[in-house]
């Protein structure tokens, strides 16, 4: 004979076991699942939770028990403790990955033009390129790009990017660019003479850049020109850098460049990032 169990309540009306209890943290990536939407957490209120998709579309959900699922685990978000709120985003503006591990490096790397240029990257970057394992170096100069270009080797799993100050129709290094032929290397510039410039002048506290006339070292001509130590064009480099917080400080011709090196970096031989 069949058994049957003394218990009649229909399963969906029965209690459901306690999920395990999150801290909606800023950064946290979960999924609703009534939706479907996935996101990360960027907001969390009394009794709600705001998620941002890849695409940045915003949407606001209750806070609810077994609201949520965590990595394919069913979860009860709740609102953090009172404290120190961490950052919802990276100085690029990306979403910030609480705890997230540095990613073991790729083959693949990216060059930029000037020690300067590389102290600039990786404040603003340097989480980013952490977390998908690129590595910066930096160039003393431009003039030997083809050889330096021809010893990496790019190829599809070691893809070259390399990032040219003053990178304008017509110049020394637009020519020594378009020399650069591999499939596999990416060489991009801002129009910038010096990487000084691709700061915004109001992030610094000055109303523009000085123009110096052509023939004079630029950097020592700014600094003359703002009143800063010639000698020590150093010292000024890191109150430049010292005023760059985020990448709202940074001109737009700088900003898609860099973003378009990773891109290029991190794809795939398939094309895929």
């Known amino acids: ?128 390129l952490r977390i998908e394992g690129v590595v910066v170096e930096y160039l003393e100069g431009v003039d030997d790009l083809p050889s330096i270009v021809d010893s990496f080797a790019p190829g599809p799993d070691a893809r070259l990017g390399v990032l040219v100050d003053h990178l304008v129709p017509g110049s020394k290094e637009w020519r020594i660019a378009e020399s650069v032929t591999s499939e596999h290397a990416l060489v991009v510039g801002h129009p910038y003479i010096d990487i000084w410039e691709a700061v915004k002048p109001s992030s610094v506290g000055i109303e523009a850049w000085p123009r110096v006339p052509r023939g004079q070292d630029w950097k020592t001509g700014v600094c003359r020109a703002l009143g800063w130590r010639v000698a020590n064009t150093g010292e000024a480099w890191q109150r430049i850098l010292g005023a760059v917080r985020s990448y709202k400080d940074l001109e737009p011709e700088l900003l898609g460049r860099v973003e378009q090196l990773i891109d290029f970096v991190t794809a795939t031989a398939g094309g895929e990032a």
């Open 1 to 128: 004979m069949r058994q049957y169990s003394a218990d009649l309540t229909p399963p969906w009306k029965k209690p459901q076991p306690p999920a395990p209890e999150v801290a909606a943290e800023p950064g946290l990536v979960v999924e609703e699942p009534g939706t479907g939407f996935c996101g990360a957490v960027i907001r969390c209120e009394a009794g709600t939770v705001t998620l941002e998709d890849r695409f940045g579309k915003h949407r606001v959900f209750p806070l609810e028990p077994r609201g949520f699922l965590l990595e394919g685990r069913v979860v009860t978000l709740v609102r953090p403790a009172a404290g120190p709120r961490r950052p919802a985003r990276t100085a690029s503006g990306s979403v910030a990955v609480p705890g997230a591990r540095a990613r073991v490096a790729r083959a693949g790397r990216i060059y930029v033009e000037g020690r300067h240029d590389a102290e600039l990257v990786e404040k603003v970057w340097g989480d980013d």
